[in-house]
């Protein structure tokens, strides 16, 4: 009894406390008054965020100003063409080994319980070499994965939910001597275990309070907090049951990364290990994204952080070879969102600085150098912190 008092008096001081503490209340959304860019010299003249091809964008990160992503700059990438589907005669079908097969229209889907979560991710080629381009944050509106799943039934063998988008396209299947090119369905899997436990797995028909767009998947896409984009298949077609592991391009060849361990890491080395992951869960990252100068002379560096929602221990700024310094966290931020920060720079010398983040999160994982990660040999997942050039 006593325990449980004293444990609560802890907590309601905790929570005074925190009250007292003024949280900042927000560089961003409103950029100050009076500020201007300070213009950053390390992006190329040919960095273009909308290719005339139309099939793609990247977000300018110089242009953020607010925690969420609008629809028309949320970037988008996908490996085929954008698929256009009338919402009226859409039909998402549950197959397999479901209990009953089942087609649920978009009114149908509509119908159930809605859930709403803010969730930024990256597709897993995002780098520095994309300008960091290839990442965006936005609230999803949607229904629970495993409430659809619900609707049709699981049998007691179904271990493996595969996604089927509507987009196809020709792909190799290497077997032996024999290279057979065959169409597939863009697919991605996840175990039955991940569609069930997690309460977060949304099959999503809005984005920021409007339905999706063509370019995001319309009308309905997976949305997978804390994971990689691919893990999020757009224009889903059909959700199908199996007990056996999915084979599919984008799930079992091209989404993986090779990582040397021991010896010299050639590949040439007997001492060299390789070890092959599938691409699931966000690596701990952050970028600098937006350097302001505001009327004092300050430099407010802002950017932002993303992980599989492991809770951050800090997100750090380091300005030339200076050292660590801790930013604050945008008290906004939730578990799968963007994390956003900020470092207040004071008496910043005319002219050019490099500037550099790296977060770290409560188990201690602290994202990697460039050179820490040169041990990866395959260009996905590049987590690593990304030095920036400013001129001041
Ligand atoms: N149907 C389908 N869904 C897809 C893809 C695709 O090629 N086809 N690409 C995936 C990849 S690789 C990424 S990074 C994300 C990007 O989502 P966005 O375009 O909405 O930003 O979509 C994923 N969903
Ligand atoms: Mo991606």
Redesign the pocket.
Known sequence: MSGELSRRETLKQAMALAAALSVPDWVLPALAQGEVDVPFTDVPDTFNPRPADGNRRSLDLRAINGPITPNDQ???????DRPEIDGGAYKLKLTGLVERPVELSLADIKAMKPVDIVCGYE?SGNSPGAMQG?S?NARFTGVRLRDVLKRAGVQEKAREVVFF?T?RGNEDVVFRQNTFKVQQQ?ARSITIENAMKSSEALLAYAMNGQPLDR???FPLRVIMPGWY??A????LAEVHLQEARFLGNFQARWYRTLRAVGGSGDEKDPQTQFVENEITRLNLKSTVARVRKTPSGDLRVIGYALNDGTPLRSVEVKVDNGPWQPAQLDPSNTKYSWKLFSYSWKGASPGEHTIVSRATDINGAVQPTADELARKKTFLENSSQFPRKIRV
Do not use: A, E, P
């Open positions: 949320f970037f988008f990438i996908q490996h085929y597709c290839l965006s988008g987009d863009f370019n995001h998947g984009g691919v999020n298949v757009k224009w």
